[in-house]
C-alpha cells in the first residue's frame, strides 16, 4: 500500500519568503508527526497531531513557524519569512495511534538561500 | 530532560564482524526504546522496539535500565547492514514525540 508522502521533494527558497511543505499520511493514521533533521543531526520533533488538532506544538523553534491538519489527514507545514538556518529536511510520520510504530515519509529538502 | 547519546558517529567492520551500536539515554520515567534505521536512498524505517522483544535481520537490543542503554548488537556484519542507525525514545504514556540521538553510520567492509 501506499506509504507517507510529501510535496516537494526539495523546495529552494530565498530568506524571506513564505514556504508550505506538504504531507500525506497513510490513509486511516489518526496520529501525524513533523520533525526537522539537520545535517549531521537526528530528526528533532516539531509538532504533532491527533486528529484535526495540534496535541503537542513544543517544539515548533518559533511563531514563524505554524501547521494544519484540517480535515484530520494531510498535513501542511508553513513557514513564514524564512532563514538559512531554517535550512533542514522536513520529515513527516505517520501512526494508527499515539502509541503505535511511526511511518516515515522521504522528506522535504529545504534550502533558504 | 529526555536525551539519547549515540557515541560514534562512524563504525566500520568487516563482513562477518559483530557489531555493537552503542545507545544512552537519560529520561525521567520508563521510556519505551526504538531503533530506526535509514539505507541509502531510503526512508526512516523502524528496526525493533524494546517492547517487542524481537530480532530482526539478526539485530538484538537489549534495554538495561541500570546503565540507561539500549546497544544494538548483531554478531556477523553482514554488506547489506550498511546503513544510518538512529537511537530514539518516546514515553509510556503516550502522546510523546520521539527523540532521537544523532545517529551512527555502520559501514560494513567487505
Known amino acids: 500500500g501506499a506509504g507517507v508522502s510529501q510535496t516537494p521533494s526539495n523546495k529552494v527558497t530565498e530568506k524571506g519568503k513564505y514556504v508550505e511543505l506538504r504531507c500525506d499520511p497513510i490513509?486511516?493514521?489518526?496520529?501525524l508527526y513533523w520533525y526537522r533533521q539537520s545535517l549531521g543531526q537526528g530528526p528533532e520533533f516539531l509538532i504533532y497531531?491527533?486528529?484535526?488538532?495540534?496535541?503537542?506544538d513544543s517544539g515548533l523553534p518559533n511563531d514563524r513557524f505554524f501547521a494544519v491538519r484540517p480535515e484530520g489527514s494531510v498535513s501542511t507545514l508553513k513557514i513564514q519569512r524564512t532563514e538559512r538556518g531554517d535550512s533542514a529536511v522536513y520529515l513527516c510520520?505517520?501512526?494508527?495511534?499515539?502509541?503505535?510504530?511511526?511511518?516515515f515519509g522521504p522528506g522535504t529538502r529545504l534550502t533558504v538561500l | 530532560a529526555q536525551r539519547v547519546t549515540q557515541p560514534e558517529k562512524l563504525l566500520s567492520v568487516f563482513k562477518g564482524a559483530p557489531v555493537e551500536l552503542k545507545c544512552n539515554y537519560s529520561?525521567?520515567?520508563?521510556?519505551?526504546l526504538f531503533w530506526y534505521v535509514q539505507y541509502s536512498r531510503q526512508r526512516l524505517q523502524l528496526l525493533l522496539r524494546?517492547?517487542s522483544r524481537e530480532s530482526i535481520k539478526g539485530f538484538t537490543a537489549d534495554l538495561n535500565k541500570g546503565e540507561t542503554s539500549f546497544h544494538l548488537k548483531k554478531p556477523f556484519a553482514q554488506e547489506e547492514d550498511s546503513a544510518m542507525y538512529y537511537c530514539?525514545?518516546?514515553?509510556?504514556?503516550?502522546?510523546?514525540?520521539?527523540?532521537f540521538g544523532k545517529g551512527t553510520r555502520l559501514s560494513v567492509i567487505a
Open positions: 510520520a505517520s501512526s494508527k495511534s499515539s502509541k503505535n510504530e511511526q511511518f
Open positions: 490513509s486511516g493514521h489518526t496520529a
Open positions: 497531531f491527533q486528529g484535526t488538532g495540534a496535541a503537542d
Open positions: 529520561y525521567s520515567g520508563s521510556p519505551e
Open positions: 524494546h517492547i
Open positions: 530514539a525514545l518516546s514515553g509510556y504514556s503516550g502522546n510523546t514525540p520521539l527523540v
